[in-house]
């Protein structure tokens, strides 16, 4: 019986993850890498490891070495004054995006900044956005040392060269203030008519006209103030030649208004200030709440939010740190291991392995030579680099790719939402009628056409119509947005559950950004022999070389000589006195016929021994996702790679699907356009750069995100890549939004008939209708908002997901 060894997993006492059979052990605990070491002695130090008692293993992996010098951009002042909120003598104020806070202890240990060094004044975390704004003595640590500190402890700071711009816009609260308002008025107006609404006795028309008084006052500033919302929006639509359904409430306001004020005035009754503060009041609550639920995304993001603010320059072979907008034509910038290339340029030292995924979708780096031009949006993944600039950063291929006239074209141009087609009919509708009904008891009874007209103006506001789609649409978004999936605006729910055609880009979006799955087909390797191949594999700082050496999980201490590395083919050398050759099957065999991209060849004293397979490694749950989805959509697969995983999609997606590879950012527009022609609706799913003009051209362009850093095209949507697989319910349930609102709509309209049929005749004084509006835009959002909470409790999408 052969003997097993068995492997008991230790983890990491700081991030949790895997220690391997060797872990380091310090203060009694064991850690993964010396990253994780070095954060636990600084906290242990400083007394604050009440930070793990929070929750278990609450920080990030260390194993990332940051550059010592990475943050000397930092000392340059112009850079400082394009990042500091505020600074003065001794005070500077920064906010800083942490995009590694998860937990209730990230914010306990972000918030003791100050225990960790003096001169931190205060520090407050921002949990929902991962901001940490920081106040600290600037004359007794600099911006860069803040910087440092915080990466010291496993928070890096993500500064983009966007940031640079000041582009964030603060929070727009003229909605809340006007809410405020208009809360308030509405309450005290409602309080001081009740005595008139309960029957007032006769003898206190004193303290009466007082509180008709007092009632005109408190209406003012939500007649000018908070309802000026509503007005600049039908004012829009108007100039535009378009009566969107603003318009009825405004004219209900000013009507409402207009005739309190004669009746208060020429003392024939109280008006009716309370219904036109109250229609103001709960139409700004629908539109915040709406507001509120995707205030903290930033959709129309460009290529500046994904480079660096600033590279290393070289100057007469001195380092000096430039911001991006100060690089010119034939600069030398210098290029670290896993730095993005922020311009066009030749490389003129080192040799480049360049991740283009973000730009073109392809999942290999690309190895480049001195003297080949390098594109910007490459992420050099080797040793350092230099490259001589010969475009300008606002002149490079992926500002060109940005800037297309397809990504600008707006997708305002596209069908307006049903509510907006309804509500032109429905305000000429109201008006036809009041008109009609003024012309009739102008003939028959003068003395009814104010009461009637006004009545069918109040009974006839859209507020429950629109309060319906607005609430209801404002519950599903954030119902989405607790299961990370993040709609630009409330018409893209419409736009959803239209959709017929789901398009998906392959690299980043059905599969990882984390590697590979390997295999291993060929002669047995003994684990002598594999450590062989690891210690060669380790010499070269090729992905596939890393990803074979990963692989094997072998020490790689043997003695190794004469290596050598043909670059594009494969590396060799003699371990231990043997010679071992990985590489390309033409490097390994001497056969060039199908030569595959995506399997590396292994010989061992010139006899082939193998190949590593590389296979892209699927997201979790993919194929039940395509499996409910292709039975209801038509579906189709876009990839900038080649097509050596065109097996498994044809596994996961079937025969039928159509896959498309070594597809350009122009073909993958273009099948979209295709697509469009033939079919009414086009959903497209894409990650990168290059699918930037698909997702824009698309019904429907959702981006997925592995990190909530990631740059995202200007989409429709975001959604975390974790929460791919739920896509089939979300769907649905934009589906249910629809009928829900129009179910809503139905029952508005019929309330509506109903109203207007008594108030035509003048048999429906205003007080009444104005007390009905009010009471049946409640019920009705009762009916909308707890049906749609049904309808996701029903699809287990209510409960909030943890970070």
């Not at 007032?200 to 007082?210: M, P, T």
């Not at 007649?223 to 509503?230: G, K, N, W």
């Not at 371990?575 to 071992?580: E, S, Y």
């Not at 193998?610 to 699927?618: D, V």
């Amino acid at each position: 019986m052969d003997q097993q060894t068995i492997h008991q997993q230790t983890t990491c006492y700081h991030c949790g993850e895997d220690c391997g059979k060797n872990p380091l052990v310090a203060y009694g605990k064991n850690f993964c890498c010396e990253g994780c070491k070095m954060v636990y002695g600084i906290l242990n130090t400083n007394g604050l490891c009440d930070y793990y008692s929070i929750s278990k293993n609450p920080g990030s992996n260390r194993k990332v070495v940051v550059r010592k010098d990475k943050f000397n951009f930092l000392n340059d002042e112009k850079i400082q004054r394009s990042l500091l909120d505020y600074t003065d003598k001794t005070q500077s104020h920064v906010t800083f995006y942490l995009p590694q806070i998860h937990c209730s202890s990230c914010l306990w240990l972000l918030e003791n900044l100050h225990r960790l060094n003096e001169h931190i004044i205060s520090s407050k975390v921002n949990f929902v956005k991962k901001e940490v704004s920081i106040i600290f003595n600037h004359t007794g640590i600099s911006l860069k040392q803040v910087a440092e500190l915080l990466t010291s402890i496993g928070y890096e700071p993500y500064i983009s060269f966007n940031d640079m711009k000041k582009a964030k816009p603060g929070l727009n609260r003229s909605k809340i203030y006007k809410l405020g308002v208009a809360g308030f008025c509405f309450a005290n107006i409602m309080l001081l008519s009740f005595p008139e609404y309960l029957g007032i006795d006769a003898k206190e028309q004193d303290l009466l006209s007082l509180f008709r008084i007092l009632n005109v006052i408190l209406s003012l500033p939500v007649f000018f103030y908070s309802a000026s919302e509503f007005y600049i929006s039908a004012w829009k639509s108007l100039r535009h030649k378009f009566l969107n359904i603003d318009a009825p409430i405004v004219l209900a306001v000013w009507v409402t208004f207009g005739r309190s004020l004669y009746e208060v005035f020429t003392n024939t009754g109280s008006g009716y200030f309370d219904s036109m503060s109250g229609i103001v009041f709960f139409m700004l609550i629908g539109r915040i709440l709406q507001d509120k639920t995707y205030e903290q995304l930033s959709f129309e993001r460009d290529y500046t939010s994904y480079f660096p603010i600033a590279v290393t320059k070289l100057v007469l072979a001195m380092e000096e740190t430039v911001a991006l907008p100060d690089i010119k034509l034939n600069d030398t910038l210098l290029i670290h291991n896993e730095e993005l290339i922020p311009a066009d340029g030749i490389l003129t030292r080192g040799r480049a392995f360049i991740d283009y995924s973000f730009v073109t979708g392809e999942s290999l780096p690309i190895q480049k030579e001195m003297g080949e031009i390098v594109y910007a949006g490459g992420k050099q993944t080797g040793a350092n680099i230099e490259i001589l600039v010969i475009k300008e950063v606002a002149q490079s291929y992926l500002t060109k790719l940005w800037n297309r006239d397809e990504i600008k074209e707006d997708k305002n141009t596209k069908q307006l939402s049903f509510v907006h087609l309804l509500s032109r009919y429905f305000t000429w509708i109201v008006f036809s009628i009041a008109l009609a009904t003024a012309i009739f008891w102008y003939f028959n009874d003068v003395s009814k056409i104010w009461p009637a007209v006004t009545a069918v103006l109040i009974i006839a506001c859209p507020c429950a119509l629109l309060l319906s789609n607005t609430f209801t649409n404002g519950n599903i978004l954030r119902i989405l947005g607790r299961n990370k999936f993040y709609l630009r605006n409330a018409q893209v729910i419409e736009e959803i559950a239209n959709v017929e055609h789901i398009v998906f880009d392959k690299t980043g979006t059905l599969t990882t950004g984390a590697g590979a799955d390997i295999d291993y087909k060929g002669e047995y390797l003994s684990g002598r022999l594999k450590n062989k191949i690891a210690t060669l594999a380790a010499q070269s700082t090729h992905p596939m070389s890393k990803a074979v050496f990963s692989y094997l999980n072998s020490p790689s201490k043997m003695p190794l000589k004469d290596f050598s590395e043909i670059p594009g083919y494969g590396i060799e050398g003699i371990v231990d006195g043997d010679l071992i050759s990985v590489g390309s099957r033409k490097f390994v065999t001497g056969d060039n016929t199908n030569n595959e991209s995506s399997a590396v060849y292994v010989s061992v004293k010139e006899k082939v021994m193998g190949k590593f397979i590389f296979r892209n490694h699927y997201r979790n749950n993919i194929p039940s996702l395509i499996t409910k989805l292709k039975n209801k959509y038509g579906l189709s697969v876009l990839s900038g790679d080649n097509d050596s995983e065109r097996a498994a999609l044809n596994k996961i997606f079937g025969s039928e699907t159509e896959l498309s590879f070594q597809q350009g950012p122009d073909d993958k527009l273009e099948k979209i356009k295709k697509l469009q022609r033939a079919v009414k609706k086009v959903m497209m799913l894409g990650d990168g750069l290059n699918d930037a003009g698909a997702l824009k051209q698309a019904d429907v362009g959702i981006a997925i995100s592995d990190h909530s850093n990631n740059f995202t095209p200007a989409s429709d949507a975001i959604l975390e890549a974790d929460e791919l697989p739920k896509l089939y319910k979300f769907i649905q349930l934009c589906k249910i939004n629809k009928k829900i609102v129009l179910a809503s709509f139905a029952i508005s309209i019929l309330y509506n008939i109903i109203g207007i049929y008594f108030a035509v005749q003048g048999n429906l004084s205003p007080m009444i209708a104005a007390i009905l509006m009010p009471a049946s835009s409640l019920s009705i959002l009762l009916v909308t908002f707890g049906a749609s909470n049904v309808a996701a409790w029903k699809m287990n999408l209510t409960k909030q997901n943890k970070e």
